[in-house]
């Protein structure tokens, strides 16, 4: 008898586990559901922001970096980047490279695979002409790649800031 108890105490553990499980998956996916919502509708209202924790240049190695940041506001590209790489031509002191706050020359957004859109950005500066090319995740994830005419490209790696972070 108190091996019989043992055993439906036991079953009946498994069975509430079982059913929190599942009920976490569900939890998981409407949490999913929910970011998937927020991103595309930031990405269709041209307002949002990324914020960048890797940087992967062309030349050296690749690094985690923090408090720094592409913001996109209608039609303005408010860049704050680190930047390693070979510059050609550059200004006295090696002006801000990838500081700035321009307005975009020419942007487009593509859905290019399921749960994927590239969004490509042309800004002028006087020190460059910046192609920010940016594949965006339903998740919030984003990669970054910037080619420049007098630098060396470089690529990013980052999160797009939701209402829910």
């Given at each position: 008898m108190k091996h019989f108890s043992i055993i439906v105490l036991v079953a009946v553990l498994l069975a509430n586990?079982?059913?929190?499980?599942?009920?976490?998956?569900e939890q998981r996916q409407a949490e999913a559901d929910k970011t998937a919502r927020l991103v595309q509708?930031?990405?269709?209202?041209?307002?949002?922001?990324?914020?960048?924790?890797?940087?992967?240049?062309?030349?050296g190695r690749a690094q985690s970096v923090n408090s720094y940041s592409?913001?996109?506001?209608g039609e303005t590209l408010h860049s704050h980047l680190p930047y390693f790489g070979?510059?050609?031509?550059?200004?006295?002191?090696?002006g801000n490279a990838f500081s700035f706050d321009e307005k975009i020359q020419s942007y487009t957004d593509t859905v290019t695979a399921p749960g994927r859109r590239t969004i490509t950005a042309t800004v002028r500066t006087d020190e460059d002409t910046f192609v920010y090319t940016l594949n965006i995740y339903e998740n919030g994830q984003a990669d970054i790649t910037v080619h420049c005419r007098n630098r060396d490209n470089i690529s990013y790696r980052g999160r797009l800031v939701t209402e829910n972070d």
């Open positions: 586990s079982c059913g929190t499980a599942l009920q976490t998956a509708g930031a990405l269709e209202r041209r307002s949002y922001k990324i914020d960048i924790n890797y940087m992967i240049p062309l030349r592409i913001r996109i506001d070979v510059s050609r031509q550059s200004t006295y002191g090696g």
